[in-house]
């Protein structure tokens, strides 16, 4: 009894992290959704070479596929819990491996560049808001517009005293009142940023205690020790 009491227990825990696990796939879906509604912009810019297309390209990809195999994992070992099926459980295990393994590169890459994504933006603004500053009138004027809506600012500090009139008629009027971009783009990435690091780490961990939970339950379920005892009983003889 106590060893079906302990695959009992094992069974709650595993349905309890499922749940979070849909949690923070929405949550995954819901920044990468947000990330792209304000960023996307940036990676449309006509450029000879647009050093943030690539990084956002494979960042909506990463997003995507990472909210699709936490909720199926999370679907496939709840089931499986339920059902005490041996390959749904496997299926749920090898979904949180995958996970696991490709938060960890994730993880890896911002502690080997950490300012890659913040540089990539800041080098595309830099060259929309040139190209419209030196370029002939109307050239790329409309591309820094849509840049300086998505973030909610305009322009950025001169290192003079005063801006040049090529730069006050960048920001007519009440535009020019906005934030400095280079401050907004800074912190609106820095926000999205560490809400992605902590997510990171949220779902690191609950992989390591589900990659766990699942192992232990599959070793259970294959060794016969599960509760579902139908079938399993002879009658014998008075």
């Known amino acids: 009894m106590g060893r079906w009491r302990g695959v009992r227990l094992a069974k709650c825990q595993l349905l309890v992290i499922g749940l979070l696990v849909l949690l923070l796939a929405l949550s995954v879906a819901a920044v990468t959704a947000l990330a792209h509604t304000h960023l996307a912009v940036v990676g449309r810019v006509a450029l000879e070479r647009n050093p943030y297309q690539a990084v956002h390209r494979w960042a909506c990809y990463a997003g995507m596929v990472l909210a699709a195999l936490l909720s199926l994992g999370a679907l496939l070992s709840a089931a499986a819990a339920a059902r005490e099926a041996e390959g ?26 950490p300012s890659q994504v913040e540089d990539a933006v800041l080098d595309v603004y830099d060259l929309v808001y040139e190209r419209a500053l030196r370029g002939p009138p ?3 004027r409309q591309e820094l517009a849509a840049v300086q809506d998505a973030f909610g600012c305009c322009g950025k500090s001169s290192p003079f005293s005063l801006l040049r009139r090529a ?64 079938g399993r009983y002879s009658l014998t003889p008075r």
């Open 88 to 113: 749904l459980m496997a299926g749920g295990f090898l979904c949180f491996a995958l996970v696991f393994c490709a938060l960890a590169q994730v993880a890896f890459w911002r502690l080997r560049s």
């Open 167 to 230: 730069e006050v008629e960048l920001c007519p009027g009440a535009e020019g009142e906005k934030e400095d971009c280079l401050r907004g783009i800074r912190g609106l990435l820095r926000t999205l940023l560490g809400t992605a690091s902590t997510l990171t780490c949220l779902v690191l961990a609950l992989m390591v205690y589900a990659m766990l939970l699942s192992a232990f339950l599959w070793f259970a379920i294959r060794a016969g020790c599960g509760l579902d005892r139908r």
């Open 138 to 140: 109307g050239s790329g």
